[in-house]
């Protein structure tokens, strides 16, 4: 097992973030508010940790989890690859957070969202290729024309095959509708062949887990219970 050790103590904000499921600037300001306790005390930007620390937010505490492996959402912005190599790719994003790991189904190099990135190979294999539901706003270069939208609202094909949407809705110039599937440029590829143009496309979520609290270019480590969900979609028992 690829088991990920924690090195104690660490600074409050850092804690959060590995174990509360915030980014940085989060737990930033839920230190300045007041509502992060270290053994009762109130905590301050810069309080180190022990490994037996008691930390409580808002009262509930916060407790260390050891994971066999690491999971992050980051919230990718426009411009940014999904490579390893090339120029402004994600994992300049991550930084050292990104060692080891792989991403889980590719956003090109305009679309903006939910990116989920883990050191479990298995698991991003499996998940690429599940029917793990994505959920994407595409903002068009114009309304959808009304033959379009009865389209959509039924099966459209993409080279002769089903595309796999299980919800749509539409507003003006803006639809939001959910996928099954992590086809090639598959959204931007649909609209075309409707006859209009995604002018930009956002994915909210990427099996039931949001970027909706990341700002553009934030990551968090995922929740145990996000973590349960991925393995779900994957088709694996949970620990």
Not at 140 to 167: C, F, M, R
Not at 174 to 203: D, M, P, Y
Request: with cysteine; glycine share 8%; aromatic share 8%.
């Amino acid at each position: 097992m690829n088991e990920v050790e924690y090195k104690f103590p660490m600074r409050i904000n850092k804690y959060l973030q590995l174990f509360a499921g915030l980014s940085r600037r989060q737990a930033d300001r839920l230190i300045n508010a007041g509502r992060v306790t270290i053994n009762g005390k109130i905590a301050r930007l810069g309080k180190l940790v022990g490994k037996n620390s008691i930390v409580r937010l808002d009262g509930k505490r916060v407790k260390p989890v050891k994971p066999y492996f690491r999971y992050i959402i980051l919230n990718k912005p426009e411009g940014y690859i999904c490579s390893r190599s090339g120029e402004r790719t994600v994992f300049e994003l991550l930084g050292k957070a990104g060692d080891g790991l792989f991403y889980v189904g590719r956003l090109d190099v305009a679309t903006t969202g939910a990116l989920i990135l883990t050191d479990d190979g298995a698991l991003a294999n499996l998940l690429a290729r599940s029917s793990a539901p994505r959920v994407y706003e595409a903002k068009l270069n114009e309304p959808l024309p009304k033959d379009a939208q009865e389209l959509l609202a039924q099966t459209p094909y993409l080279d002769g095959k089903p595309v796999k949407i299980s919800h749509v809705k539409i507003r003006g110039d803006k639809v939001e509708l959910t996928l099954h599937e992590g086809r090639w440029r598959e959204v931007r590829r649909l609209f075309a062949a409707l006859g209009v143009k995604v002018v930009s496309l956002h994915r909210k979520s990427f099996a039931g887990i949001s970027v909706d609290n990341l700002k553009i270019g934030e990551f968090r480590n995922l929740l145990p219970k996000e973590i349960a969900l991925l393995r779900k979609y994957a088709g694996l028992k949970n620990r």
